[in-house]
């Protein structure tokens, strides 16, 4: 068998809570041995405030105790830093300098060591030391103010596109990129990423907005926010609801077609008050038929609309499954990686209990507690 892509990478996981851990299950899921380094004392917070979600970004990884506030600890730490690649923390800036575990201590260490900090505003500016949740940094990116309905307030997502998107994936491209640099240099880095900045960067839609109008659109109003009426969420006859996503025009000429109504090709395709006469006409069009059947009739013929699902109802999608993107972990449903590659999944193990690898990890750097 193939070896795992990140086969002999080590990373010491001191972040917990959900960006920092998401991070490392997608780096553990291709091959890197992470080692998931917790306090003793109840270890990572998500233990007790959600434990399935804990033991859904948490797989395949090891878990060690250790209190970075005893010197023992800290040089059993140091220790295991000589032998690693990579260090994730997620505290706010200072911390791991005041536990004698900074980047420049641990890079004298290890120079080709990666060190990522992965905080809600990075290293520098005047927000680094603020605390903060996807909510906060969602709404400092811009974020917030373009989610919602036209004329109705800001509405958060149930997906952390912060802590997510902004934080723990661009965390991992960091991490990745540091890694091939030191691997061909010798020499590593640090990797600073500040969730709202990742979060901002991916605000490029509204940003093209503002280029052009030289202000953005109002909530729910921007092109691929509800504005114009080929591309939005429209109910159906059973409460449930479609998703019309015809932006270019040979894709909402078919699903009209498709529908029985090319007569709608004449209204205007247009945002804004020009187009509100189509976008009642497929108000009234949508209630006539239930979501499945109308993503039965248009979502296989080039139409780009679909039904839209419920996260249950995902799980037994059959392109879902025909991906493999659903495995079992505990009998219970979890996530595969999502990115497909010529060589094997890497099948992870289920999430650690606190402590389960002790001996067995400090074992493996060839050192222990006596």
């Not at 991070?23 to 405030?49: F, M």
């Not at 804990?54 to 060690?64: C, D, P, T, Y």
Request: aromatic share 6%; glycine share 12%.
């Amino acid at each position: 068998m193939t070896n795992p892509l990140l086969a002999g990478i080590r990373v010491l996981d001191l972040s917990r809570l959900l960006p920092g851990p998401f991070c490392t299950l997608y780096l553990a899921q291709l091959g890197a041995d992470v080692i998931k380094i917790e306090e003793p004392n109840g270890g990572d917070y998500t233990r007790t405030l959600s434990p399935e979600l804990f033991a859904v970004v948490n797989r395949g990884k090891k878990s060690l105790t250790l209190d970075l506030r005893k010197p023992e600890d800290v040089q059993l730490f140091h220790r295991m830093v000589e032998q690693s690649d990579v260090v994730l923390e997620s505290f706010r800036p200072g911390v791991m300098d005041k536990l004698g575990c900074g980047y420049e201590t641990l890079k004298a260490l290890n120079p080709r060591l990666v060190y990522a900090a992965l905080t809600g505003y990075g290293q520098s500016g005047p927000y680094r030391d603020r605390p903060g949740h996807d909510m906060n940094y969602c709404g400092y990116a811009g974020v917030l103010d373009q989610t919602g309905l036209a004329g109705g307030p800001p509405v958060p997502s149930n997906f952390q596109i912060a802590d997510l998107a902004g934080g723990a994936l661009t965390c991992a491209v960091g991490i990745l990129a540091a890694v091939i640099g030191a691997k061909a240099s010798g020499q590593g880095s640090m990797v600073d990423v500040g969730m709202m900045d990742g979060t901002l960067a991916l605000q490029v839609v509204s940003l093209a907005t503002l280029r052009t109008l030289g202000k953005p659109a109002p909530r729910g109003q921007d092109m691929l926010s509800g504005g114009l009426p080929n591309y939005a969420i429209y109910e159906c006859a059973d409460g449930k609801h479609l998703a019309l996503g015809s932006l270019e025009s040979k894709f909402f000429q078919r699903a009209c077609i498709l529908a029985g109504r090319p007569d709608l090709l004449k209204k205007p395709l247009a945002p804004g008050k020009a187009g509100e006469g189509l976008r009642a006409e497929l108000v009234a069009l949508f209630m006539s038929k239930t979501r499945d059947e109308w993503d039965a009739l248009l979502a296989n013929d080039d139409s780009c609309a679909s039904g839209i699902l419920s996260p249950d109802e995902v799980l037994q999608n059959e392109q879902v499954q025909a991906r493999g993107l659903v495995e079992t972990t505990g009998g219970k449903p979890a996530y595969a990686m999502p990115i497909q590659f010529s060589t094997p999944r890497v099948a992870v193990s289920e999430s650690p209990a606190l402590g389960a690898h002790n001996e067995q990890v400090l074992a493996e750097f060839g050192l222990s507690r006596s």
